[in-house]
């Protein structure tokens, strides 16, 4: 059985970041990946996506965005090379084709089952990811079968779906990507559309992540939310990456011809019935990002720049009829959700997420990194876990030196708790 100080599950970059912090502090450990680095870049994500944010924010401890062009958006080749560099350039222990199946408490540490054999080490990070299964309403399975059905996951472009109008359900960054994608390609879209955050590409001639950066909004801090619940469970970005820098929003959309329709309320065999809550909906995203522009606008000064208009939308139906409308396909852009059923200790809430404090669980040693606000705004960005790993390599150096260093990694390198 192989021990040591740590393991890691997971490398994307929360697992490779937390690698280079714990290297930094001499703590022996493994990143254990079922794919390969930064596997869900590779395998999970449609062939047109961009980041959102712009290559500046791709920074990670010790490594950034170097290239010639600081305010293009990477695509996922790029990550990937980006992710694939980070780990070559710290040495990352990490072993790939590695799957844990079970975590369980055992002694002082914990007990690592994988399908390469079993590991033991004092304390474990949980970095497999904010996006880890895509969520899809129990409704869907009322859907008729000649309705195929897809999630962005396996999505990769147009042809992935059968000749015939779509129905894209959720309008967060995912939801209006697809749809204009999907519109673009010549089918008739419709987009359904629940709580979602608006927001501009530009402002003030700016991208919104600069502002957004610029006045502190992202590193605003998880211990310091009036309501951490709330903040989680904000809808994603409502944003795109393309080259051009178009805001695509709901006006977007409808002017281009997609039809943007109320939220999916229920499905009765090849009828979909949809809330009355367009005009709601729209309206809470304008005075949230209304909100956020007036901050900016405190902060940098007066300008001539208008704000952004209210959108206007024709009425939703109040049912869609698949068949009659030629809808032969649904996406489901509704978001995702974490699965732990490997996680064997007593650190899951009844909805099966991880109770912790900012990446400390009850569990001592057990740590979770790159959730959403995890402990600031930013944390599931490439530009936010690195400064939570930081501050975690710290609990879980604090954690080992209180309980004896292991045989490799403390004594070895003479690093000391801060
Ligand atoms: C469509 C989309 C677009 C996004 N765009 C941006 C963006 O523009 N900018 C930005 O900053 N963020 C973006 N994000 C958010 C975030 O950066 C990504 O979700 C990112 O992948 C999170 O990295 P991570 O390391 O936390 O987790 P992941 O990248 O999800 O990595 C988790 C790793 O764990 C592995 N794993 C899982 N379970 C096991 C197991 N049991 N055993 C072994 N290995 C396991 C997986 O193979 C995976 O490699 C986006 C997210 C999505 C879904």
Redesign the pocket.
Known sequence: MQHTDAIV?????????MSHCLSRRGIDHAV??????????RS???DS?????PNW??RLPGWQYRGPDPDG??TMPEVVRFLEGYARAGSAPVETG????AVERAGDGYRVE?DQGVRRARAVVV??????VPMVPAMARDLPADIHQIT??RYRNPDSLPDGGVLVVGAS??GVQLAEELHRSGRPVTLSVGRHTRLPRLHRGRDIMWWMDRIGVLDERADRARDLGRARAQP?LQ?V?HPDRRTIDLAALHDQGVRVVGRTAGVDGGRITLCDDLAETTAAAQATMDRLLARIDAFAGPSKTEGVRPIALPPSPSALDLRAEGIRSVVWATG?RRDYG?LKVPVLDAAGEVIHHGGVTPSPGLYV???RFLRRR?S??????GADAEELAEDILGHLAKHGLAKHGLAKHSYVAA
């Open positions: 599950i997971g490398a994307g970059q929360a697992g490779l970041a254990l990946d079922r794919g390969r680095v930064g596997e869900r870049w999970e994500r449609w996506l961009r980041l959102l944010t924010m791709s958006y990477m590695v799957t844990v199946h994988t970095a497999t990811g904010h996006c880890d962005p996951s960054a995912t994603s944003l990456g995702f490997w990194l790159g959730l930013k599931n960005f490439i530009d936010g876990v």
